[in-house]
């Protein structure tokens, strides 16, 4: 249903009207991350703080290498 209402907006909206959608879409964002800045802010610091792999596999990743 969802890849329905997706291909019905790629078809029936403009560049223009893509831009306006995208511009609101970027400030909802925006204020949603003002309104939690402190939990973002939170989650942020965990994210970093969180070793998801060893530091060669994130540096050999980064290189692009297999």
Same mark, same amino acid.
């Given at each position: 249903?969802? %890849? &329905? =209402?997706?291909? =019905? ?9 893509? /831009?306006?959608? $995208?511009?609101?879409?970027?400030? =909802? &964002?925006? %204020? $949603?991350? /003002? @309104?939690?800045? #402190?939990?973002? +802010?939170?989650?942020? *610091? #965990?994210?970093?703080? *969180?070793? &998801? #792999?060893? $530091?060669? %596999? @994130? /540096? $050999?990743? #980064? +290189?692009?290498?297999?």
């Amino acid at each position: 249903m969802n %890849n &329905l =209402l997706v291909f =019905l907006g790629m078809r029936c909206m403009t560049g223009e009207t893509g /831009k306006q959608y $995208r511009n609101e879409e970027h400030t =909802l &964002l925006g %204020n $949603r991350a /003002k @309104v939690e800045e #402190a939990r973002l +802010s939170g989650l942020l *610091d #965990a994210m970093c703080e *969180d070793e &998801l #792999a060893p $530091r060669e %596999n @994130v /540096k $050999r990743a #980064a +290189s692009g290498a297999h």
